[in-house]
């Protein structure tokens, strides 16, 4: 995983330590020397969020948190500062530092923790000799008596789910094809005790989902269908919520051919599917009691001598047809699949996730995910509370009747792109006719890959999704 983290039983004197303080009387109490106390005051008065005192044989950082403002957003600033500590703690090559909280709330401490670790992530397997520049923290030391063992034990549980999560998005396809992505999977799931079933190319012809097999033509790789699922015997739901992700391992455009610059990072069209396998992997590792669905379409998306074609007649898993005009709006073509399979659970509710437009990207940047709902009004609250928690955050785009006009189709059902606007919508507005329950969609297409690291989101693959599905579950407890 890349960093350990346990409680400590005692404060070593003389090692590498944090300490987390609200004010001046709590830096006053950490022993330190006239000179260094004096030096962290007026340090901090400039405005530093983190003081850093070499004391040759070991090293303080003393974090000052004196955020305004709602609680979520202070804990989203706990989190940053997390990751600020992080960075010091790297450049001065410390191996195991400890955290003590001086004025920390619990809250707040958790946050800080959380920062850190999910900032520490590297994805290295591709480099090598001198470019293989490896993080030097490996441990954290928790001395503070609030914070629980099922504490720190939830902290690891979260932190592998989302290192797992962008494993997944950061790989090439040249490794993580369809089945390689059903195998991550199958391993995770392993590990947590959940039941994983793969359905090969065979078994999903056999089954006639139209869109997943239109979109994998054009493919030497077969396409597999992944179902995760956590039922315990002590859920407190009988009928499920299904998680459903976009899994479309790489994706040229198909004939529909997307200019080079537009394919380099297109390995991260799969960063749906990759999120419900870690929020799943979070669920179910931390045994959290609710009867929960994973399912994952997989496929690539490529423009080979049997592609499927724009002008192109495609039954879907329903009986229904597709008119395809793009082969580019792909993501939605697997999905629909999904969530007409879905049906078969009586779902208590749907929320697929996926890097399905452009437009959401270029309507909200990175920051959030475009959020849309039907008949789901109470559990779209809940999720974008959840979203505001870990600053995953959801901007609700409507899911208005007038919109469906624009993917109707002269020769079949409907058409799989509408027109020039409100790209995001159509896109949703698609979708929802392959339910019949209460569904949520949610288009991570803006933050689902980072061109620079945001704090404790790392460059590439942000994870984005598993720590909201995770929340939104563990909520349901409470």
């Not at 950490?30 to 004391?55: C, M, P, S």
Request: proline share 3%.
């Amino acid at each position: 995983m890349g960093i350990l983290i346990e409680k400590a039983a005692q404060k070593a004197v003389t090692a590498d330590i944090i300490f987390l303080t609200k004010s001046s009387t709590d830096i006053a109490d950490l022993g330190l020397e006239k000179q260094e106390l004096d030096f962290a005051k007026r340090e901090i008065k400039e405005g530093k969020e983190v003081v850093e005192i070499n004391r040759f044989k070991s090293r303080v950082f003393i974090v000052q948190f004196k955020s305004k403002g709602a609680t979520l957003n202070k804990n989203e600033a706990a989190r940053a500062m997390g990751n600020t500590a992080l960075l010091m703690v790297n450049k001065a090559k410390i191996e195991k530092v400890t955290v003590s909280s001086v004025g920390f709330s619990k809250a707040h401490a958790i946050a800080f923790l959380e920062g850190m670790m999910l900032g520490n992530y590297q994805f290295l397997k591709y480099k090598t000799g001198d470019n293989k520049k490896v993080n030097s923290l490996k441990k954290i030391l928790v001395f503070y008596g609030d914070i629980s063992k099922e504490d720190i034990v939830e902290l690891e549980i979260i932190t592998k789910a989302v290192y797992s999560t962008r494993d997944m998005v950061n790989e090439p396809d040249s490794y993580m094809t369809a089945v390689q992505l059903a195998e991550e999977a199958k391993t995770l799931g392993k590990d947590a005790g959940a039941k994983v079933e793969v359905f090969n190319k065979k078994k999903i012809e056999s089954l006639k989902m139209g869109g997943l097999l239109a979109v994998n033509r054009g493919s030497i790789d077969p396409p597999t269908f992944t179902i995760y699922e956590w039922k315990p015997k002590n859920a407190i739901n009988t009928k499920p919520y299904i998680f459903v992700g976009k899994g479309v391992v790489y994706d040229t455009g198909g004939l529909s051919l997307k200019p080079s610059n537009f394919m380099d990072t297109m390995k991260c069209d799969m960063a749906g599917a990759a999120a419900v396998i870690g929020g799943m992997y979070a669920i179910s590792k931390a045994k959290l009691p609710v009867y929960v669905i994973g399912m994952i379409p997989a496929t690539d998306n490529r423009p080979d001598g049997n592609a499927y074609t724009p002008g192109d007649v495609v039954t879907m898993f329903d009986g229904s047809t597709v008119e395809v005009l793009n082969t580019d709006a792909e993501g939605r073509m697997i999905l629909a699949d999904a969530l007409s399979y879905a049906k078969k659970y009586d779902p208590e509710l749907v929320v697929d996730m996926a890097t399905l437009t452009g437009a959401a990207a270029r309507a909200i940047g990175t920051q959030a995910m475009v959020g849309m709902k039907v008949k789901s009004d109470k559990e779209f609250d809940n999720i974008s509370k959840s979203g505001d928690r870990v600053h995953e955050r959801i901007v609700e785009f409507p899911m208005w009747d007038e919109y469906a006009e624009q993917i109707k189709s002269e020769i079949a059902d409907r058409k799989n792109i509408g027109g020039a606007e409100a790209g995001a919508i159509t896109a949703g507005k698609f979708l929802e006719h392959f339910t019949d329950y209460p569904y949520i969609h949610l288009d991570i297409a803006g933050p689902a890959f980072l061109s620079k690291a945001s704090s404790y989101r790392t460059v590439g693959g942000s994870g984005v999704g598993t720590r909201l599905f995770y929340d939104f579950i563990k909520s349901k407890v409470k």
